[in-house]
């Protein structure tokens, strides 16, 4: 009979302690390790996709829902690839943050320490399993991956591969524990270990985020949404906007980081919005705009509410023409979902006056929404992206694995 | 009829947001202005906190609570003091935590943006009121106050005096909110608002702080106890250890990083127990130790589970004599409430180990456990103390009540 779940999260923390204590040569030894791993067991990895795939076709599932759950062998070297880059980040672990001495000659420094262990909520994708598994190790942290019913038999496959390579490197494999009961009753009590588990993301579509984050008695990092504006400035570089407009429209559409809106200033409408709608119609954009922009928008259907609300997901873009920066602004305060906002112009004092106004995890000024993600920041690796104002806002990193903890070395210091 | 709970969340977001963009020279005077505004007030917020001392004996409180819940002028001045100490200190907001120029020319800087709105839940003493407000507003967030029905004059009467101070630095005083609705209904409407509120920081009792934990849907920070260990290694400086001990659990054993429990390593029991029964016994430390223990402790009596686990608060020490270190980090590992632990010792690999080894908030070598105070380590102040291992862990400053964003500056770069 398998253990129930606060067993295996149990088990997984005591597990967690030892990943915590390994050096950064050693993880990085590990999680090469990881990556031969899935290399060794390619076919029984593939051959368990098939299955998995197999069962969706059985059941009438969508080709774009297919096409995230599919495996082949370029797509696995591809995640053993992503494990080899994991392992040669740099270690988040034992960084010193401050380091200070009190009048009194005690030491104070501030050092990265795991978090601890780390729960994944996660749907189809396979390797998430593995990406997941890898960042959360190379911090140092246990990880416990509940993945979709639907890649149930790839993601034991991967799982089987990594618990291997944690064994080989004489860590429990229990700091990996795949969740194999999926009843949404035992993810229920996963997520109440609030003792056992320091961290729950979930990653998926927002009815599953939802669902984790009201049920949650563990802490939850999630964003639920990314609704991104591009706000056109009267002193926009209006050749720049287009390309940024298009980029972050058109570039890869079902990301977070494409753009929902555009609000282009009264000023430049008449100039900018001929070109963009051209230029938009040109990559199959269907438009919703507000009176003012159709004017220019022969094309555009009339926007809604529920249109500035929206994340579209798709080649669909809502427009506004707005009288002044404020305007824009106010508009962004009231529809964005705090993931990324970005400001075309050349006017220094307007670009200011956005970054301040506006309280969303990343603001840009003249670049494209799609850098917002862990790799084009800088990061190295993202697993996840943070819309909750606490720990980390923005695209997450290997530190957002961690937490800053008091180191205190004195000689005898007393306070009385 | 007063406002429903909402909808004063709500105006204290909506007044942040007036927060969030005021330079730090204004939140300084404003600071100031809310310290003189205590001072005006200073008979009128001593004559409320005559009510509540009158309801609270005709109540038969006992005289420990009464003395947390009284002020009298040169408390009051001790309150002001500390806010103007406040205001002096750095503004974590706007600081810039990395800069880099990515290889396609973004530049992206993480820079530090207030929380939003905090929600303070807490007991008897009405300085916190005050404190607690004064962090809140200094890094640039809105405040909601819930403390104690015993303290609920003196808490109308400085939080007027501090709306005064808002009122007049042009903030909408509903930044800082104090619900005068004490029902427990309330308190638990308060917590499920996790669309407005970014924090609740519990200050107080257990009881207040499990609870608030079990209910709230809003992110949780909180410390349950303090159950500090004090390990005297076999290379320790005995002298020494005596100090950190008597200190420790004797400068203020009410203190949640006062020291619980003490640990001897087998080979200096025998030399170091003697010493610290006799120093323990002259400042009237009653102990409870194990049987090994007792061999040196003859005035101890036994020690049980319970004891190792509990944090006393009080003149009361548990003692044990441990086989070597290992056997003291499994001890800690065990009932640790990852507060703060101490090693003493000259030996440092010894020192080292267990600093690696535990996963405390604080870990001290060679120094008094109650140096764990934001004070005495050097963030200018102290909201409260974490022992959740997310977002802060350990004493919080200023930065706790932060978090990093990303700002991206660029000139039309696309990711395609």
Known sequence: MADDIRTQALACRAAAQHLAQLSSSAKTALLNGMADALDADAATILAANTRDLAAAEAKGTGSAMLDRLALNPSRLATISAALREVAALPDPVGAITRDDIRPNGIRVQKVRVPLGVIAMIYEARPNVTADAAALCIKAGNGVILRGGSEAIHSNTAIAAALKRALRDAGVPDAALTLVEDLRRETMLELLQLNEVIDLAIPRGGEGLIRFVAEHARVPVIKHYK??????????????????LLVDGKCSRPAACNSLETLLVHVDVAADFLPQAGKALAERGVQLRADAHARQWLPQAAEATDEDYAAEYLDLILAVRVVDDLEQALA??????????????????????????????????????????????????????????????????????????????????????
Chains 1, 2 share one sequence.
């Open 226 to 243: 990314g609704v991104c504006h591009l706000y056109v400035d009267r002193a926009a570089n209006l050749q720049r906007a287009v390309d």
């Open 331 to 416: 508009h962004i305060q009231q529809y964005s979902s705090d993931h990324t906002e970005v400001i075309v112009t050349e006017d220094a004092a307007a670009a200011e006056r956005f970054v301040q106004a506006l309280r969303s995890a990343v603001v840009m000024v003249n670049a494209s929404s799609r850098f917002s993600d862990g790799g084009e920041l800088g990061l190295g690796a993202e697993i996840g992206i943070s819309t909750t104002r606490l720990h980390a806002y923005g695209p997450m990193g290997l530190e957002a694995l961690t937490v800053e903890r008091f180191v205190v070395r004195g000689e005898g210091q007393t306070r009385r």
